[in-house]
Nanobody, 127 residues
Framework: QVQLVESGGGLVQVGGSLRLSCAAS????????MGWFRQAPGKERAFVAAITWSSGSTLYADSVKGRFTVSRDNAKNTVYLQMNSLKPEDTAVYYC????????????????????WGQGTQVTVSS
């Protein structure tokens, strides 16, 4: 059974940084894409970033380009989301998810591209 466990969320001031982790277990992920999404109150879940396990190719939402970095540690089966220069509009519950695939495209910006989801971790950016 696939399990994804996020951690690292919290309260941070504007301009600060946080690093989220997503520990994956339950199967081999070499042919998988890991995605990060976020959901603010009253809004739909939105794509943040994605990375392929095999090559480490990355994809970002325009709103986070240059501020967020997604990476993975294959040995630890863990994906990270380094978030810098945080803004109040980054406040949301952040979710990691896993889907099938080895190359990225716009398909992986959609929630339906992913089969399994973590429970989410709250990120609050205060001004």
């Amino acid at each position: 059974q696939v399990q994804l466990v996020e951690s690292g969320g919290g309260l941070v001031q504007v301009g600060g940084s946080l690093r989220l982790s997503c520990a994956a277990s339950g199967r081999t992920f070499s042919s998988s894409v890991m995605g990060w999404f976020r959901q603010a109150p009253g809004k739909e879940r939105a794509f943040v970033a994605a990375i392929t396990w095999s090559s480490g190719s990355t994809l970002y939402a325009d709103s986070v380009k240059g501020r967020f970095t997604v990476s993975r540690d294959n040995a630890k089966n863990t994906v990270y989301l380094q978030m810098n220069s945080l803004k109040p509009e980054d406040t949301a519950v952040y979710y990691c998810a896993v889907g099938q695939g080895q190359s990225l495209g716009s398909y992986y910006q959609k929630t339906y591209a992913y089969d399994y989801w973590g429970q989410g971790t709250q990120v609050t950016v205060s001004s």
